[in-house]
C-alpha cells in the first residue's frame, strides 16, 4: 500500500487548506483506520485526526472544530480540510492507514502557516 499526501502549502494565519491523501490500494474505503499526522520542527509526530471505519472520528484536542477528516469514495482520497490555521498547525503532515497488522506511511506534504 502506497500512500502520498499533497496539498500543502503557505497560508496565512487564519486561513484555509485541504490535504488530500491518495492510495495505490484499489479503494480507501477498504482500508482500515486511516488517519493525519504532522510533525512540526524540533518535535515529534503527533495525532492530528483518524478516522475508522466504523465509528466516529477522533481529533486532537487542538484541531478539534477547525479541522474535519473524511474519506472521499468518488476521489479516493483520505482528506483534511483545515480552517482557521493557526502558525502552531505548522509542519509536515502525514497520512497513514493500517491494513491487517500493518501501519503504513506516505510522505508529507508542507504546511506553513505565517502569523
Known amino acids: 500500500v502506497q500512500l502520498q499526501a499533497s496539498g500543502g502549502g503557505l497560508v496565512r494565519a487564519g486561513g484555509s487548506l485541504t490535504l488530500s491523501c491518495t492510495t495505490s490500494?484499489?479503494?480507501?474505503?477498504?482500508?482500515?483506520?486511516m488517519g493525519w499526522f504532522r510533525q512540526a520542527p524540533g518535535r515529534q509526530r503527533e495525532l492530528v485526526a483518524v478516522?475508522?471505519?466504523?465509528?466516529?472520528?477522533n481529533y486532537a484536542d487542538s484541531v478539534k472544530g477547525r479541522f474535519t477528516i473524511s474519506r472521499d469514495s468518488a476521489k479516493n482520497t483520505l482528506d483534511l480540510q483545515m480552517t482557521n490555521l493557526k502558525p502552531e498547525d505548522t509542519g509536515v503532515y502525514y497520512c497513514?492507514?493500517?491494513?491487517?497488522?500493518?501501519?503504513?506511511w506516505g510522505q508529507g506534504t508542507q504546511v506553513t502557516v505565517s502569523s
Open positions: 478516522i475508522p471505519r466504523r465509528v466516529v472520528t
Open positions: 490500494y484499489g479503494s480507501i474505503s477498504d482500508l482500515g483506520t
Open positions: 497513514n492507514a493500517i491494513k491487517g497488522s500493518t501501519i503504513y
